[in-house]
């Protein structure tokens, strides 16, 4: 074989250069191609306290570990030879559209994960045109986060406190700010062992140790972002100086029953969503009581170590009420992929926190759009594999759960 010497002209067609990104966030987010890379970028960036709140759950976590596993113990059943270059990724939810099968969850202490917190979730779900719910717990107040998301959906979830008047205030308020669903949590009698946050000493806001100031030399961008901006604090409670269990203690009501949700019911004007139902025979009890939607959670882990699988439990939970109250589900969701095998067996929606989460500690607002926009590529592009070209036409015959853990009979 003959060989020359290559012309420069020859070269051009054939190497293609990059051309240098400047920002560094911009090059950190378009690294991360996962769920997982954002975490990594997250970890790597964010005080071990605040990492580990959102990263952690109760006690020996198994109850996170075991969700992550059912979505990984899955197998899709592709049908081959159907057109799918068009791919509708919208739903109805709550009586209205979303451009993706999937919300953000109501989430806590967010503005200590990273300063813009819920004003960048919000205002990333509103450019998504997904809904985005408030916590109870949340770091921006009801009125802030409706002009962040002036012209999005906006849905606020409570807690129900033993001081009922204070509870109703904030549901007032979030009526009177325009917010369409209420998303009564009803898994939080009393508060997780959380023990990630009790070793790290947890507080709002977050105590300094000689531990922690040796964590944050290297994450000087937390910082400076942290001691400049408005304090931390709950825009929807009085502030608050020890633990965030002891908070929790304080605040939630274990007396709480389905006549205080019927009562709920009668206040709110809106939707209503009860999120943390864990079995078969409440959701049924939901359903004839008119709710409008549940959420099979276990508090992504955070509550009862060794809780049911949301994912595991969806199947049966579906074949009781299906068509009668929308089924939403959440926990353990990091992929695309996810999603979907969550929607073709029964969900009509899912909600998504730390994935969410993880994006904002690795990039602020640009890093919720980066992690929207990583679950919108990996659903879509798994839907197209599947042979589906909408969100309707999965359905259960496309996925087989593999079940590790088998009860005894």
């Known amino acids: 074989m003959d060989r020359r010497v290559p012309h420069p002209r020859d070269l051009g067609p054939l190497l293609k250069f990059k051309r240098p990104v400047l920002s560094p966030r911009e090059r950190r987010l378009a690294s991360a191609l996962t769920i997982d890379d954002l975490r990594t970028i997250a970890k790597r960036r964010t005080p071990r306290p605040a990492f580990d709140y959102t990263d952690g759950a109760a006690e020996e976590e198994l109850s996170l570990a075991r969700a992550r596993q059912a979505f990984q113990d899955v197998t899709f059943h592709p049908r081959i030879l159907r057109d799918v270059s068009k791919v509708d990724t919208s739903c109805q939810v709550l009586g209205a559209t979303s451009a993706l099968p999937f919300g953000i969850a ?41 002009a962040a998301n002036p012209a999005g959906r906006n849905w606020f979830q409570l807690y129900m406190w033993k001081d009922r008047e204070r509870s109703m205030a904030l549901v007032e308020r979030a009526a009177a700010a325009g917010f369409e669903a209420l998303v009564v949590t009803v898994d939080v009698p009393v508060a997780g062992a959380r023990l990630r946050d ?56 274990p007396t709480v029953d389905y006549e205080d949700l019927a009562w709920i019911k009668e206040q709110w004007p809106g939707k209503l969503v009860v999120k943390g139902v864990q079995s078969v025979e409440d959701a049924s009890r939901l359903a004839e009581m008119g709710v409008d939607a549940i959420v099979l959670s276990n508090h992504g882990g955070r509550q009862l170590d060794r809780a049911p699988i949301p994912f595991h ?4 939970v579906a074949r009781e009420v299906k068509g009668t109250t929308e ?32 994006g904002l500690m690795a990039g602020g607002r640009a ?23 909408s969100v309707d036409e999965l359905q259960p015959s496309h996925v087989t759960q593999l079940l590790r853990l088998i009860p005894r009979g």
């Open 106 to 146: 109501p989430t806590g202490f967010t503005r200590m994960m990273q300063t813009e917190g819920e004003y960048a979730g919000a205002g990333a779900a509103g450019a998504a045109g997904i809904p985005f719910a408030l916590s109870t717990m949340g770091t921006a107040s009801i009125e802030d986060v409706r």
């Open 198 to 253: 009790t070793r790290n000493g947890m507080t709002i806001p977050p105590t300094l140790t000689p531990r922690t100031v040796v964590n944050a030399i290297p994450r000087p961008a937390w910082w400076i972002n942290f001691l400049t901006t408005e304090p931390l604090a709950f825009a929807s409670l009085d502030r608050w100086s020890g633990t965030v269990a002891e908070l929790l203690d304080t605040m939630f009501d």
């Open 313 to 316: 439990l969806l199947p049966d």
């Open 367 to 389: 890093g919720v759009d980066r992690a929207i926009e990583i679950l919108s590529t990996q659903l879509e592009r798994t839907m197209r594999l599947l042979g589906v070209s």
């Open 327 to 358: 089924i939403h589900l959440d926990t353990g969701i990091m992929s695309g992929a996810d999603i979907v095998a969550a929607l073709a067996l029964g969900a009509d929606f899912t909600l998504i926190g730390r994935a969410y989460l993880y």
